[in-house]
């Protein structure tokens, strides 16, 4: 009985140990995920990723004819692209869907840290978080 006993006790030990380890690694992998670990590679990776990124970025122009070309500046917006948008057709043609064209705009820009600017009469000018816009007079 002593020798069961004793070989019993070592499969317990080696259960436990197995249980201990696989344990473990699912704390790793946990921890991996809410990246709790500092990967030196991942940041050379994001960083590099950020690079190209900006290395793409376009100036577009758009003209807004209807409230529902607003959710095409905001996927430029989210892409990191400038728009240049002409508001006049819709402003000349419904000053109403005009004024809350530009609202839902200037909410977008505040939920993506954007940026808008008028230009003038009928241009606007939005951009996204990395631009900012300066505004100011230029002395001559």
Excluded: W
């Amino acid at each position: 009985m002593s020798f069961l006993k004793k070989m019993l006790k070592t499969s317990k030990k080696k259960e436990e140990e197995k249980k201990r380890c696989e344990d473990t690694s699912d704390v790793i992998k946990v921890l991996e995920e809410l990246k709790v670990f500092d990967n030196t590679e991942d940041k050379i990776t994001s960083e590099a990723e950020e690079l190209e990124l900006l290395s793409e970025i376009y100036l577009k122009t758009f003209t807004l004819s209807d409230l529902s070309d607003v959710k095409y500046v905001e996927e430029e917006l989210k892409q990191g692209n400038i728009v240049i948008l002409n508001v006049y057709p819709l402003m000349e043609n419904s000053p109403v869907n005009c004024k809350r064209a530009i609202e839902r705009l200037r909410a977008i820009c505040k939920v993506l840290n954007g940026n808008m600017r008028s230009l003038g009469g009928q241009y606007i000018i939005v951009t996204p978080h990395f631009i900012r816009i300066q505004e100011g007079k230029r002395k001559v």
